[in-house]
């Protein structure tokens, strides 16, 4: 499973403490060193959880053991299924990048039009961050309506394996109900975030070129090496590991389809 995630993913820093991508570009740009103590885990988990979610998923709980195996499916080309989805995904984010006058002639156009810098930047950063927004929400919804769809598949075939993978299967579904607006708020907030990246990127660009008027701050805040091209590249990071965080319970259903592919085969 390596080769579905940067090596970081599967090797954990040191002190035991396991981070994701996401999670160090978030505290880099907000400049936190905090991280989440395990021992307040279930705490935590518990304020995520409404009463009526929790009674929810207490009853999907006590029925997992009534689950058995409904059918069979074909499990061989999750792997394949997997890998693709992500390169595609990834392929989408990072061509979404590239500016559309360098594009080849002929080259289809791409959906999600990277923003284009207005000349009021400097003077209404608030306003020229908005498409950025959009064009990073926008991205979010691709990336949730192509996994969710995938996800629910895995599931099926999991159910249609074993007992013990379909019981895993309703779990997965159960804790994706019961989680699932409080992780589309979290995801919600990093455009947010972004966004004060943005506005601290420019008052660093205003402060560097004290002696320059406006115009000739914007030149220099779109140039190469500029404000501009360092947020976009933080942006396009950011993506590529929520992509990364969104794979994980996935590889999760994969992996334990292959301990199951495994000990059939002992």
Same mark, same amino acid.
């Given at each position: 499973?390596?080769?579905?995630?940067?090596?970081?993913?599967?090797?954990?820093?040191?002190?035991?403490? &396991?981070?994701?991508?996401?999670?160090?570009?978030?505290?880099?740009?907000?400049?936190?060193?905090?991280?989440?103590?395990?021992?307040?885990?279930?705490?935590?988990?518990?304020?995520?959880?409404?009463?009526?979610?929790?009674?929810?998923?207490?009853?999907?709980?006590?029925?997992?053991?009534?689950?058995?195996?409904?059918?069979?499916?074909?499990?061989?080309?999750?792997?394949?299924?997997?890998?693709?989805?992500?390169?595609?995904?990834?392929? /989408?984010?990072?061509?979404?990048?590239?500016?559309?006058?360098?594009?080849?002639?002929?080259?289809?156009?791409?959906?999600?039009?990277?923003?284009?810098?207005?000349?009021?930047?400097?003077?209404?950063?608030?306003?020229?961050?908005?498409?950025?927004?959009?064009?990073?929400?926008?991205?979010?919804?691709?990336?949730?309506?192509?996994?969710?769809?995938?996800?629910?598949?895995?599931?099926?075939?999991?159910?249609? &394996?074993?007992?013990?993978?379909?019981?895993?299967?309703?779990?997965?579904?159960?804790?994706?109900?019961?989680?699932?607006?409080?992780?589309?708020?979290?995801?919600?907030?990093?455009?947010?975030?972004?966004?004060? &990246? /943005?506005?601290?990127?420019?008052?660093?660009?205003?402060?560097?070129?004290?002696?320059?008027?406006?115009?000739?701050?914007?030149?220099?805040?779109?140039?190469?090496?500029?404000?501009?091209?360092?947020?976009?590249?933080?942006?396009?990071?950011?993506?590529?590991?929520?992509?990364?965080?969104?794979?994980?319970?996935?590889?999760?259903?994969?992996?334990?389809?292959?301990?199951?592919?495994?000990?059939?085969?002992?």
């Amino acid at each position: 499973m390596s080769q579905l995630l940067p090596h970081h993913h599967t090797s954990p820093p040191s002190g035991g403490q &396991r981070h994701t991508t996401l999670q160090a570009q978030l505290q880099a740009l907000t400049g936190s060193a905090g991280a989440l103590s395990h021992r307040d885990f279930a705490d935590k988990l518990g304020q995520l959880i409404g009463l009526s979610n929790a009674i929810a998923l207490s009853e999907s709980l006590r029925s997992l053991k009534r689950l058995g195996p409904k059918g069979d499916a074909g499990a061989g080309s999750l792997h394949r299924e997997l890998l693709t989805a992500r390169g595609e995904i990834l392929g /989408f984010i990072v061509n979404s990048f590239v500016d559309e006058d360098s594009t080849e002639e002929g080259a289809p156009s791409l959906p999600f039009i990277l923003p284009r810098p207005p000349t009021d930047s400097i003077d209404e950063p608030a306003e020229a961050y908005k498409a950025y927004q959009r064009f990073y929400a926008l991205h979010q919804s691709e990336m949730d309506y192509r996994l969710i769809a995938l996800r629910k598949h895995m599931q099926q075939v999991l159910t249609a &394996r074993s007992a013990a993978l379909a019981q895993l299967a309703e779990l997965d579904r159960s804790l994706t109900e019961t989680l699932g607006d409080y992780s589309r708020r979290v995801l919600a907030s990093i455009p947010r975030l972004l966004g004060q &990246r /943005f506005h601290a990127l420019i008052r660093a660009q205003i402060e560097q070129d004290t002696a320059l008027a406006p115009n000739e701050v914007f030149a220099q805040w779109v140039a190469a090496g500029g404000g501009l091209q360092q947020f976009l590249a933080e942006m396009r990071g950011l993506l590529i590991a929520e992509l990364d965080m969104r794979l994980m319970p996935l590889i999760g259903l994969l992996e334990a389809l292959d301990v199951e592919v495994e000990n059939n085969n002992d």
